[in-house]
Every structure is written in structure tokens, then in C-alpha cells.
């Protein structure tokens, strides 16, 4: 079966800190991987997707960047961080070959910059 | 840009009442998908549809897709503290890899 991981679960960061949040998926192949970022009981706004190694889309201009280094791992980053870069982060990930279909999630990061 | 319209955004009723949330769009979707989140976790998929006029149940959960396919209903029978949680749609287009979101409603239901 697949799972997913996501680390770390919480994070403290002060403002101008860089950031690395890491993903990864086992139990399958070139799957599709996505990273998100919700505010407190609300919606989930797309922040970056790849379909394949080193191909990265993003959705938001930001002071973020992806990378997939690795076919199952999925970095988010960041030089410099911001205060409204707190939130709860997830990742997630889609069979390889089909449209958005059914999306698998992580168990999330929870960013609090300071 | 494409919206999928969640509602209510937030909802509190007594154990034992019925509660219909909604997401309604002008775009039509190849599939929708209803996910249940709860705080602190990764939202978790509770069905798919992918017919026009679909129904799937899943306990005291009934799903519908419209006729049409650019909205779709979650109905809960006989709420219980359990369904506490936010609840999200998500809707599928055909050869495109993102989902559009709802908003979210987030569901209490009190003891």
C-alpha cells in the first residue's frame, strides 16, 4: 500500500529564516505530487505541482520554491521567510497518467514564523 | 479562474439532525470528490462520484452529483459528534492536474 510522509510535524521559525519541508511517497511510481498551504479551517490553495522529476509548476508567486529532487520526494523551500508564510502545509500526491483524480494527503506541516 | 462554491461555510446543530452542505460551479467537472478533515491532520477521502445524477452512500453519508456535473450535495442523517470535522470538495477536470477547491465548511455537532 501507499503512504505518505511529511516532516517535520511542527515547525518555529523566525522572520528571514530559510525553510525546508520535506515529503515523500512510498508505494508507488512517478506519482504526481503537489503542495498546498490552508489557513485555519478553511480551503486548500495549490502551491506547487510536479508530474515528474525536476518538473515543477507553480500556482502563487511567492517567496517559495519546490524542487523534486527524487521521483517520490518533494521539497517546499525558502530563502527568506515571511510572517504571513505561517500556515499548515500539506502534501499530496495523485496516480501518474490520469487527470486530477483522487488525491492522497499527508499528515501536514504546521509552520508558525515569528 | 474557476470556482467551486462551498456552503455553509460553517455549521453547528444538535446530535441527531440532518445537515445537506453544497458545492455548486458554472464549470463543468469529470469527477468530484468529497473529502472529511479533521484539525492537525491531511483532509481524507470519503468518496468519489464520476456520473451525472450519482448517488453513493457511506453509512448515514448520501453523495449526489447534479445531472449536469457541476455541483454536487453532501447529506448527513442523523448527525453525531463523530462528523465533527471541516469538510471539502474538490472537483476534477479532464486532463488537467489540479483540483479545484471549495472553500470548506466546517461542521460541529454538538452532544
Known amino acids: 500500500s501507499q503512504t505518505i510522509h511529511q516532516w517535520p510535524a511542527t515547525l518555529v521559525q523566525p522572520v528571514g529564516s530559510p525553510l525546508s519541508l520535506e515529503c515523500t511517497v512510498e508505494?508507488?511510481?512517478?506519482?504526481?505530487l503537489y503542495w498546498y498551504r490552508q489557513a485555519a479551517g478553511r480551503g486548500l490553495q495549490l502551491l506547487f505541482y510536479?508530474?515528474?522529476?525536476?518538473?515543477i509548476s507553480s500556482e502563487v508567486p511567492q517567496n517559495l520554491s519546490a524542487s523534486r529532487p527524487q521521483d517520490r520526494q518533494f521539497i517546499l523551500s525558502s530563502k527568506k521567510l515571511l510572517l504571513s508564510d505561517s500556515g499548515f502545509y500539506l502534501c499530496?500526491?495523485?496516480?501518474?497518467?490520469?487527470?486530477?483524480?483522487?488525491?492522497?494527503f499527508g499528515p501536514g506541516t504546521r509552520l508558525l514564523v515569528l | 479562474t474557476q470556482l467551486l462554491e462551498q456552503s455553509p461555510q460553517f455549521l453547528s446543530i444538535q446530535e441527531g439532525e440532518n445537515l445537506t452542505v453544497y458545492c455548486n460551479s458554472s464549470?463543468?467537472?469529470?469527477?468530484l470528490q468529497w473529502y472529511r478533515q479533521e484539525p492537525g491532520e491531511g483532509p481524507v477521502l470519503l468518496v468519489t462520484?464520476?456520473?451525472g445524477g450519482e448517488v453513493k452512500k457511506l453509512k448515514r453519508l448520501t453523495f449526489q452529483f447534479g445531472d449536469a456535473r457541476k455541483d454536487s450535495s453532501l447529506h448527513i442523517t442523523a448527525a453525531q459528534p463523530g462528523d465533527t470535522g471541516l469538510y471539502l470538495c474538490?472537483?476534477?477536470?479532464?486532463?488537467?492536474?489540479?483540483?479545484?477547491w471549495g472553500a470548506g465548511t466546517k461542521l460541529i455537532i454538538k452532544p
Open positions: 462520484v464520476v456520473t
Open positions: 474538490a472537483g476534477a477536470r479532464v486532463s488537467n492536474y489540479q483540483l479545484i
Open positions: 499530496a500526491w495523485s496516480e501518474v497518467g490520469l487527470a486530477a483524480e483522487t488525491q492522497y
Open positions: 508505494g508507488t511510481s512517478n506519482p504526481n
Open positions: 510536479s508530474v515528474g522529476i525536476g518538473q
Open positions: 464549470s463543468v467537472f469529470s469527477s
